[in-house]
Structure formats: C-alpha cells, structure tokens
C-alpha cells in the first residue's frame, strides 16, 4: 500500500513561482507511473504532466505550454511540480496520483481510475 501527500500549495500572485511536492510512503519503490492533476470546483479533474518512476519519461499537457516541471526526488518516494510564471487560472486544488508498477505506459494517462493511489490534495491559489 502507498500513501501519497502533497504540500506546497498556498495563496501566491500572479508570475510567480510555486513547487509543490508529493511525499510518498510505503512500497512505494515500485510505483510505475506518477502524475499531477488539478481541480476545480465544478469541472473535471485534469492531468497536467506525468512521469515514468523507473526511466524519467515524462509527457505533459499541452495546455500548459511549458511552464510546469514535473520531476522524481533521488529516492524516488518524492514528486515534484515546478510552476512558474502562474495565472489566475491555475487556480485549483492540485492532486498527485500513481500506478503500481513496475511498467508505466502513456496511454490514456488522463484517465483518473487508471491511477491507484491519490493524495488528498493541495490547494493554490493566484491572484491577478
């Protein structure tokens, strides 16, 4: 069993730069894939990058033309989301999610019930 937490959301303007982090516990050395999602009240949740845990391979949404980093502590029980020059509309409550591994595929990597764990999310928040 893996247990997922993220932290680092908070209240920011916008341009700014926040990194958030998602603590994985448990057997999580055999997670295949991680991801980030966020959500806003009312809409579908919606993935934004995701990342391979045993070769680095990422994808990422092209809705966010390049401003997230999506990347793996050493340790790999540590996930990261660099967002820089943040909008108004990046406001949401952010998710980290993963798959049992050890493969990990892209395919439809959007699909909330392919991921089996999720954190219980952290909230950003920017103001223009």
């Known amino acids: 069993q893996v247990q997922l937490m993220e932290s680092g959301g908070g209240a920011v303007e916008a341009g700014a730069s926040l990194t958030l982090s998602c603590a994985a516990s448990?057997?999580?050395?055999?997670?295949?894939?991680m991801a980030w999602f966020r959500e806003v009240p009312g809409e579908r949740r919606e993935g934004l990058a995701i990342?391979?845990?045993?070769?680095?391979?990422?994808l990422y949404s092209d809705a966010l033309r390049g401003r997230f980093t999506i990347s793996l502590g050493d340790a790999k029980n540590a996930l990261y989301l660099q967002m820089n020059d943040l909008k108004s509309e990046d406001t949401a409550t952010y998710y980290c999610?993963?798959?049992?591994?050890?493969?990990?595929?892209?395919?439809?990597?959007?699909?909330?019930?392919?991921?089996?764990?999720w954190g219980q999310g952290t909230r950003v928040t920017v103001s223009s």
């Open positions: 999610a993963a798959r049992k591994g050890p493969r990990c595929n892209f395919y439809y990597w959007t699909t909330l019930t392919k991921y089996d764990y």
């Open positions: 990342l391979n845990a045993q070769t680095g391979a990422t």
């Open positions: 448990g057997d999580s050395s055999g997670l295949g894939c």
